[in-house]
């Protein structure tokens, strides 16, 4: 019909997904939320343990708490400072962070390796799925005879025991994204001739890349967690022994110092994930 002119309404959702398609970046939604600027971040992660702190120091000065029971952190503080000046401290700390990284790295490599046999490979999935969810269930003080049999009671089985601790959480959360890869992307990937590990790289890795660092954040919490329960395998260092021998010997001011720094250090070493996470994020995705 001449004269006419005939007209397309587009919706605004599809003119956006259109552009996006084409490389344009998407607009922003009206229920976003808004990202806080880092200060404002920062000092929000502060108000909480600040507000304890000040519970903490009113309970112990009102006399609610006897100080055998709860020592103000005064008294918590002079403990730490009193085993900064012997430099037993530091020791402890030392050795306790050098376990821990160790257990995580050896544990973090060998959970990616199966995660990757059980996320990408059907055989794998039925061969390993069912023998790793039953070790998965396996508590960490039930590993310690054994390990003390096998590996005596040096830094091996205490290593060993942290890297069982991070394997599970690489593993679980990896090989759980391996398998949810979109198909759609893998056929894209085989239509340009991409095989193997072209394809893993290409297409598989980068789809998978933030829930590879959120299994490896996972992964460092467990291994703070199972650090105390590998210094109980005759340990006479580290943060975890300072913690069960200031049980024995009833300071309980060295019991919160131990509970506090093994916090802080756990919360610097997720800081520096979160860190490569950021940078992972933009070359990956």
């Known amino acids: 019909m001449t004269g006419l002119e005939e007209r397309v309404v587009v919706p605004a959702e599809s003119r956006d997904a259109l552009a996006f398609a084409k490389g ?56 730490g400072v009193e085993l900064a000046e012997s430099g037993q401290l530091w020791t402890h700390i030392a050795i306790s962070v050098q376990r821990v990284l160790l257990g995580f790295a050896i544990g973090s490599v060998i959970g990616l390796a199966a995660a990757g046999i059980v996320g ?23 590993w310690v005879p054994l390990l003390i049999l096998w590996m005596q009671i040096g830094e091996e089985s205490k290593v060993t025991l942290i890297a069982i601790g991070a394997f599970f959480p690489v593993y679980t959360t990896v090989a759980s994204a391996l398998r949810h ?47 105390v329960a590998a210094e109980l395998i005759a340990s006479s260092m580290g943060l975890g022994f300072l913690l069960t021998d200031s049980q024995s010997t009833g300071r309980v001011d060295r019991i919160l110092l131990s509970i506090v720094l093994l916090a802080l250090l756990g919360t610097i070493t997720n800081g520096v994930l979160a860190l490569l996470e950021k940078y992972l994020l933009r070359r990956w995705t």
């Open 24 to 79: 344009a970046p998407r607009r922003g939604t009206g229920g976003a939320r808004r990202a806080l600027p880092p200060v404002v971040r920062v000092l929000g992660g502060f108000l909480l343990p600040a507000v304890i702190l000040i519970a903490w120091q009113v309970v112990t000065t009102a006399g609610l708490i006897e100080p055998y029971r709860l020592p103000a952190p005064a008294s918590v503080f002079q403990a």
């Open 120 to 142: 990408l490979s059907r055989w794998g999935d039925v061969l390993l799925s069912p023998t790793l969810a039953a070790v998965r269930a396996v508590p960490s003080l039930a």
């Open 181 to 227: 890869v979109d198909p759609q992307l893998v056929e894209a990937g085989r239509s340009f001739s991409l095989h193997g590990w072209s394809l893993f790289r290409t297409v598989q890795l980068p789809a998978v890349v933030p829930s590879v660092v959120a299994g490896l954040r996972l992964a460092l919490a467990q291994a703070w967690l199972f650090l």
